[in-house]
Nanobody, 119 residues
Framework: QVQLVESGGGLVQPGGSLRLSCAAS???????????IGWFRQAPGKEREGVSC????????NYADSVKGRFTISRDNAKNTVYLQMTSLKPEDTAVYYC?????????WGQGTQVTVSS
């Protein structure tokens, strides 16, 4: 059973930084190499929104306007991990962050990691 596991969330002051990781687990044969990865977030009382996405090679990347210039997505296929580096964090970035892996008709979601930006 393949699972995605997010980590790296926590409490940070405004202006601070965090790096989230999304790693695959559950099967030694599973690799994220062929998957398109997206980071999403959901704040209390709001719908889940897309934050950033990266294709399988890392050659195509997109960001939501709200995080452009502050967040950086990257992937290390050798480590079977995708990262979201978040800098200049704002209180409005507070949310549960999820990663999703997609390939054709198959998708996997992680359980989410809480990011709280507060002084």
């Amino acid at each position: 059973q393949v699972q995605l596991v997010e980590s790296g969330g926590g409490l940070v002051q405004p202006g601070g930084s965090l790096r989230l990781s999304c790693a695959a687990s559950g099967s030694s044969d599973f690799t994220l190499d062929y998957y398109f990865i997206g980071w999403f977030r959901q704040a209390p009382g709001k719908e889940r929104e897309g934050v950033s996405c990266i294709n399988n090679t890392g050659g195509s990347i997109n960001y939501a306007d709200s995080v452009k210039g502050r967040f950086t997505i990257s992937r290390d296929n050798a480590k079977n991990t995708v990262y979201l580096q978040m800098t200049s964090l704002k209180p409005e970035d507070t949310a549960v962050y999820y990663c999703k892996a997609t390939r054709l008709w198959v998708e996997y979601w992680g359980q989410g990691t809480q990011v709280t930006v507060s002084s």
